[in-house]
């Protein structure tokens, strides 16, 4: 079904990217920018939303159409080579109508968040530029009709990752953490691009060559043309028999190959062990930029990539193992190390990590609506935790160290009861929106059947809940209650220096900080302010330019003696509000019928389950809820029609098409979402008593030093490339063979010549004695041949 | 006819004995001026050679070109750069003595082998009349020089045509150039080079 | 008996053979150009006997090619002695050994 609206949702982010960079930046007017920016993305919201619920011509909105079909906008043919055919074309079925509509809602608010955020800095449109751009490329991402054009937009949302985190270019640890996310990620496209050549070969092999997620057949292209016609790679995947659960399946070829290698791409996008490193330290970027994408969007690429080749991930258990496993030990992991952070941004990135893990978990056990549906509670209550640390840092003149803060919620009224949203929707408070997402996720993963540590793995996801609770209420209190530290002199952690220095002057005052502009700011070399613990250092930078102030001027950041934080303007709370409702009754999109009595039977499941595939001899338990085994393989988005809510009384059904509801079963959730609740009441009592107390409490050292991984990598992959490319490539291959070769050839040719010139002595007369000599010899030669 | 032959082979030893009395006294010759004469007689008696061979128009032109143009030119140079006698310089190359001889030796040798061979061969052309030839008048000289050997003859013309060309670039006064160059501060230096065969 | 084609052979080979030996042996660039004439004109009188006694039109055709590619190269040699003797004060081709490498 062809609605060319389609592609606008995906351009206009692109011209608003266009106009800001070529006309804001002569503008320079952050009103123009900021219109503009949000004004393309609220363009694609609304086309979005219109397409996704609209009954548009009679084709069916995309998430309710019946039978499921997408809608499609095929724009031109990109490259056809041999049987390989990629287009550019967009559509939206029901998985990427719900991602387009969250993305572009989210993405909204955060850019409305931001121009009040980044106001008076000083490279103002490219800000906003970058961010279009993201969202542009995001948008390819999740529209994308086949793999490449997905890559296309993996790709571009890496860059754009790349050049928002290093947005602030003269601060060097900026920088560095922008090369190491995009490294990181690089490592994982080689993944994806070989998944997708093995894709591309499986469904060679099997007779239907194809990348695409989508069956082409009787569409039309923008300038009325019809298109060819193109099958479905999945739908023929789909047809394929399981791999067998061993270990040389992974090296075998075939599906289970093609699945771990796309999965190496998710998880250097979507951080998971081993490529998680870079989240962390790209919250060197601006607030904004921490929201949208390490929050809210790229980093949920990955899981959309793995649902959207479902297909291909039932039919390889021994991936989806892997995956489950890696999911699991990475949401522990980054938990256990989001506890003993002190840096506000750096906790809520760890738990970002975390949250993946558990999606990523979600996946391994055959969830993928559950997954789907916990990266969409996930956004609006990480946004929300995310841009309500940036009004904090805000009112905090940029401090981010939550040493320093406490007893911020007089002073932050709107922040701190949003927060407080955020706080209990991601401890998993019932009502609240990550309650439904992660319990279900943790009912699906105790009762899988796909693997046989499925009780392992949700006593993991129990024990990373627990925790997660315990460093949210940390975090809470530490930066909300309690006795106010501020004033006090203390080391601080790492400021957001460069956005800081935008409104460091000796006199502002704190509600100057509106009006100061960047050029206010005295010119350092970065390296002059990073860890003020250097005191030795940064008195005697002070002492150069600030003669009026006191020893309380030390940083730049953070409040001047006597200066209190003040609460952000509208443009900034207003989301935050917006969110805050989001992830209070976000969630009931997605209630199972166990837990809410029969009254909503998780509609988000049925909506989105006719474009996932179910495992073939998937018995009970997590993606469908049936007991019997079913025999017909798993169906694609095309042709199945849901079956109505209604018949759900312990009936089985055939085709796992529904959740068939026993009464064990809405037994088991139940029991097992009270056991989530009380852990996660438990919780968030153990962190309260514990840190009301002693909010400064040293969390362990390992765990603050994040494990030491970076440390690890570096001595053990980083340095040993780095020394490798020194002495092996450079000094010896480089320099001594190649270099070599050159001059030697030039030395060779003067030694020659050297040994050749002794050959001219300069006499004329000598030379006409070699002539005759010559003469004779040919005179010889003829005399010879007349011999004989 | 007996008296004819003997005649003329009676010219063509003074002939050659003048030729090479005179070419052994050019390279002995330390004044080149006297070098010089010496190979204007080997011209002339060259000339003799050619009537004796029934080519009057080489012949001509041997005595016309070579003694008369390229020796005269010769003449001139010597005594434009008035070379004086040369001097008996200690030879610096021992070696070319020797070699000389050797070489001539072995070109003698090997011309002698040549000249015995061609003398041996059994290809013969009735004995031509030298003085009834038709071939070396200048009328079929000219015949052929436009029919057969056009092109050449062009090329000839062109050939001496670059060494006009040539002789004059060679043989004018170096040029004298005056550079100026412009200073920083807009003051001008003057600089007088030459050009000469060296630095061209 | 007349003169016999391989008289004039031998004698033209005498004469290349001295003029060979003077090109050698003279130090003075004019002694060794004339030396040179004197090769040419040997050749010369090889090609004219073997138009005489072979009735062909095309040795002294030849020849008058190589006079005129002589007097050419007369011209051009002497200006290049003149030269050389404006650059070198000297005629003696000994000291004309910039080559010497």
Excluded at chain 1, 404 to 427: D, E, H, N, V
Excluded at chain 3, 68 to 78: C, F, I, P, R, S
Aim: aromatic share 10%.
């Amino acid at each position: 079904m062809t609605n060319h609206w389609l592609s606008l949702i995906v351009a206009a982010p692109l011209i608003g990217a266009v106009i800001n960079w070529l006309v804001g930046r002569r503008v320079r007017s952050e009103a123009f920018i900021g219109f503009v920016a949000c004004a393309s993305i609220g363009v694609s919201t609304v086309i979005a939303f219109i397409l996704a619920f609209t009954d548009n011509n009679g084709a069916g909105a995309a998430l309710f159409s019946e039978p499921a079909r997408p809608v499609m906008s095929h724009l031109w043919t990109w490259m056809e080579v041999g049987n390989f055919r990629a287009d550019v074309g967009f559509a939206m079925d029901r998985l990427s109508g719900i991602y387009v509509c969250f993305v572009t809602f989210v993405g909204l608010l955060i850019h409305i968040f931001a121009t009040g955020y980044m106001h008076g800095d000083k490279s103002y449109y490219r800000f906003f530029a970058y961010l279009n751009l993201f969202m542009f490329m995001m948008l390819t991402l999740v529209l994308g009709d086949n793999l490449l054009l997905m890559f296309v937009g993996w790709e571009g949302v890496g860059l754009c990752s790349y050049l928002l985190i290093g947005y602030y270019v003269d601060r060097k640890e900026a920088g560095d953490a922008a090369k190491k996310a995009f490294i990181a990620n690089r490592v994982g496209d080689w993944g994806v691009i070989l998944g997708i050549m093995f894709v591309f070969f499986i469904t060679a092999a099997a007779g239907a060559p194809s990348i695409s997620f989508f069956e082409k057949t009787d569409l039309t292209n923008l300038v009325g043309n019809q298109v060819p016609a193109m099958t479905n790679a999945f739908a023929t995947i789909a047809t394929m028999a399981v791999d067998p659960f061993t270990i040389n399946a992974l090296i075998a070829g075939g599906l289970t190959s093609a699945a771990i290698l796309l999965f190496i791409g998710a998880t250097g996008k979507s951080a998971q062990i081993p490529l998680f490193v870079w989240l962390p330290d790209a919250m060197a970027g601006p607030t904004p930029v921490s929201a949208l994408i390490h929050a809210a969007t790229m980093v949920t690429a990955g899981v959309y990539m793995i649902v959207r080749c479902s297909e291909l991930y039932v039919r390889a258990p021994t991936a989806m193992a892997i995956i489950a496993v890696i999911g699991a030990a990475t949401a522990l992991l980054a938990a256990t190390i989001g506890l003993a952070q002190n840096d506000i941004k750096k906790v809520l990135a760890y738990s970002t990590v975390s949250q993946l893990g558990y999606m990523m978990l979600a996946c391994g056990v055959g969830a993928f609506s559950a997954a789907i549906f916990h990266v969409m509670t996930h956004a609006f209550f990480k946004a929300l935790l995310f841009l309500g640390s940036g009004s904090v840092i805000h009112g905090m003149h940029h401090e981010q160290d939550m040493r320093r803060m406490g007893g911020l919620k007089k002073y932050m009224p709107i922040t701190f009861a949003t927060m407080l949203t955020g706080w209990l929707a991601i401890s998993g408070i019932p009502i609240f929106a990550g309650f439904w997402s992660k319990d279900e996720i943790l009912y699906k993963t105790f009762s899988t059947q796909s693997n046989s540590f499925g009780l392992i793995l949700w006593f993991v996801g129990l024990c990373t809940a627990v925790i997660t609770a315990i460093y949210m209420t940390r975090l809470m209190v530490m930066t909300f209650w309690g006795t106010e530290r501020f004033a006090e002199a203390h080391a601080g952690g790492q400021g957001d220096e460069a956005h800081a220095q935008a409104f460091a002057d000796k006199k502002t005052t704190a509600h100057d900080a509106q009006t100061a502009t960047i050029d206010d700011r005295q010119h350092h070399s970065p390296d002059e302010h990073v860890g003020a613990a250097t005191s030795h250092a940064s008195h005697q930078v002070h002492a150069v330019h600030d003669e009026h102030d006191d020893e309380d001027a030390h940083e730049h950041h953070g409040l001047a003696h006597g200066q209190k934080p003040h609460e952000s303007p509208l443009v900034m709370t207003l989301p935050l509000i917006i969110l805050a409702v989001l992830s209070v009754f976000g969630g009931l999109l997605g209630a199972p019928y166990a837990l809410s009595l029969g009254a909503i039977d998780n509609p988000f499941h049925h909506t989105l389950e006719p474009v996932i595939a179910h495992e073939p001899n998937f018995v009970g338990g997590a993606a469908n809820g049936a007991d019997d085994a079913h025999g017909s393989p798993a169906t694609t988005e095309t042709h199945s029609a849901p079956v109505s809510a209604n018949e759900h009384e312990g009936v089985p059904h055939g085709e796992g098409a529904t959740a068939a509801h026993t009464p064990e079963e809405i037994f088991t959730e139940r029991v097992l979402a009270g056991v989530s609740i009380l852990l996660a009441a438990f919780g968030i009592g153990l962190g309260w008593t514990y840190f009301q107390r002693r909010p400064l409490a040293q969390m362990p050292r390992l765990l603050e030093n994040k494990y030491y991984v970076d440390e690890i990598y570096d001595a053990t992959i980083i340095e040993p490339i780095k020394d490798g490319s020194r002495v092996g490539l450079w000094r010896i291959l480089d320099v001594g063979v190649i270099d070599g070769i050159v001059n030697g050839v030039g030395t060779v040719a003067r030694e020659a010549g050297n040994g050749a010139r002794q050959l001219q002595p300069g006499f004329v007369r000598s030379y006409a004695a070699i002539i005759l000599l010559g003469a004779l010899l040919v005179i010889g030669y003829f005399a010879a041949a007349l011999a004989r | 006819m007996i008296i004819a032959d003997l005649f003329q082979t009676l010219i063509w030893i003074v002939l050659a004995g003048l030729a090479i009395g005179s070419g052994v006294a050019m390279v002995v010759q330390r004044n080149p001026l006297y070098a010089a004469i010496s190979l204007i007689g080997v011209f002339i008696s060259f000339a003799g050679f050619y009537l004796l061979l029934g080519a009057p128009f080489i012949a001509a032109v041997q005595v016309i070109v070579y003694a008369g143009a390229i020796m005269v030119l010769v003449v001139f140079v010597i005594m434009l750069l008035n070379v004086e006698e040369e001097v008996r310089k200690p030879l610096r190359l021992k070696f070319l003595i020797p070699a000389a001889i050797f070489g001539a030796a072995i070109l003698f040798a090997q011309a002698a082998f040549i000249i015995y061979s061609v003398g041996a061969s059994p290809v013969r052309v009735p004995n031509a009349d030298a003085a009834n030839s038709q071939i070396g008048l200048t009328k079929s000289i000219g015949t052929g020089l436009f029919t057969d050997y056009l092109l050449p003859f062009e090329i000839t013309s062109i050939l001496i045509l670059m060494a006009i060309v040539g002789a004059i670039t060679l043989a004018r006064r170096p040029t004298v150039l005056l550079l100026v160059e412009e200073d920083y501060d807009g003051k001008k230096h003057v600089e007088r080079r030459t050009l000469k065969i060296d630095n061209i | 008996m007349t003169p016999q084609l391989s008289w004039y052979l031998a004698l033209s080979a005498v004469m290349f053979t001295i003029g060979v030996a003077g090109v050698i042996l003279k130090r003075n660039a004019i002694s060794m150009f004339m030396c040179i004439e004197l090769m040419l004109n040997s050749v010369n009188l090889t090609f004219v006997a073997f138009s005489s006694f072979f009735n062909n039109l095309n040795g002294q055709l030849f020849v008058f090619i190589v006079m005129a590619v002589a007097a050419a190269e007369a011209a051009v040699g002497l200006g290049i002695i003149i030269a050389l003797f404006r650059n070198r004060e000297s005629l003696d081709v000994d000291d004309a050994n910039l080559l010497k490498l």
